[in-house]
């Protein structure tokens, strides 16, 4: 009886020993590993040989975009949810026209949902014009009625791919209001970044796959692909996977790693994105970050192009300030920026809104940026909005008045399609 008892003993010490280790380990696992290990499981790698830089505003996205596309050489390609008809499109397309007399492929996708929006959109003669310069223009998915299911399932993304080499994206389309703002909104903030290196390949899969569903071409080869299947070419150490949400081919894609970025933090999330309504699965995701006594900032903002969704944003960032976030209500213009950072160790950048439409239904993609320094960056123009900012608390709230109670109650029922 006593050495049974012994044993027992024994058993129960080495479980608790082996259980004690596990939970050591889990704690010691950084959540950018983490991140990165989940990545690989669902068979999205991440390069090391990139180069990152962000581009924080309008001014300095475009300036940079023209500046690389003067130096292209063999392709320039194009994916963008709508181009406004406006001086900034002008000054592309004819830039791109003049490389396209030097004998450089240029081809431009937009969504015809995304160009139907725009209130300066691209029609016939604009198309026609374009093509006369010897760029290859061509609409993603062309909405006939009476057929309503195109409304669903657009092209939200915004790339660029040089020579295979340079890539672009993030939240920005090719418009002015980018550098001039819109009247009633005021200035128009938005994050982009460029990448040069071997994640770009990954951007181009995403175009080359588009564009050729959409025109039955079949653009291929290594020389879309120069870092394939090897280069001795070197651009930096920065870690970034490529996000790719494709609606019947990977339609949880982004859900998933948002919950799993969320979950894996450890100290500190902080958040900016312009239509704050997210589903259920990253909310729950961001209650269990407070109930860990993970910091949690958002960042909405108070002026929206879309006039419904700001009363739904606020009505859901205020559920999360009860449970212990700080929300903070962006107030110089409207901040259209779509990034997280995760514990200063990692940083997302991309077209996607925590919103049903890009979650659910739309064409998006995301870079996951693994390196302190960019995060950091990020993070450091989070504390510097804050001061453009207004920390929402209890008696703020409490200030609205019962109408705007009621819009922001009746606004949060049409999440699920917003």
Known sequence: MVIIIKNRIFKIAVLFVFLTAISLNAQTTSSDSIVIQYLTELGIPTTYNNEVKLLKSGTEKFSDLFEHIRQAKHHIHLEYFNFRNDSIARAVFNLLG??????VQVRALFDAFGNMSNNRPLKKAHLDSIRALGIEIQKFDPINFPWLNHVFHRDHRKIVVIDGKVGYTGGMNIADYYIKGLEGIGQW?????????????????????????????????????????????????????????????????????????????????????????????????????????????????????????????????????????????????????KIMMVDSLFCMVGSTNLNSRSLRFDCEVNAFIF????????????????????????????????????????????????
């Open 371 to 418: 390196d302190k320094t960019t995060t950091a960056e990020l993070s450091e123009m989070f504390e510097n909005d804050k001061h453009d900012s207004t920390l929402l608390t209890k008696e703020q709230y409490k200030k609205r008045s019962a109408w705007k109670h009621f819009i922001a109650w009746f606004a949060h029922l049409f999440t699920p399609v917003l």
């Open 189 to 337: 903030r938005d994050m982009h970044v460029r990448i040069e290196g071997e994640a770009v390949s990954y951007l181009q899969d995403i175009f080359l796959t588009t564009w050729n569903a959409v025109t039955k071409q079949h653009i291929e080869g290594l020389d879309y692909y120069p870092f394939r299947p090897h280069t001795d070419e070197t651009f930096g150490n920065t870690g970034i996977a490529i996000i790719d949400r494709m609606p019947k081919k990977t339609p949880k894609i982004m859900r998933q790693i948002y919950v799993k970025s969320i979950d894996a933090a450890q100290k500190k999330i902080q958040i900016i994105n312009p239509y704050f309504v997210p589903t259920h699965s990253i909310k729950k995701a961001i209650k269990k970050a407070l109930k860990r006594n993970v910091k949690v900032e958002i960042m909405i903002p108070g002026k929206s192009d879309i006039k419904f969704t700001p009363a739904a944003a606020l009505y859901t960032a205020n559920k999360l300030r009860k449970k212990g976030a700080g929300i903070y209500i962006y107030n110089n213009g409207f901040h259209h920026s």
């Open 98 to 103: 003049q490389k396209a007399k030097e004998g």
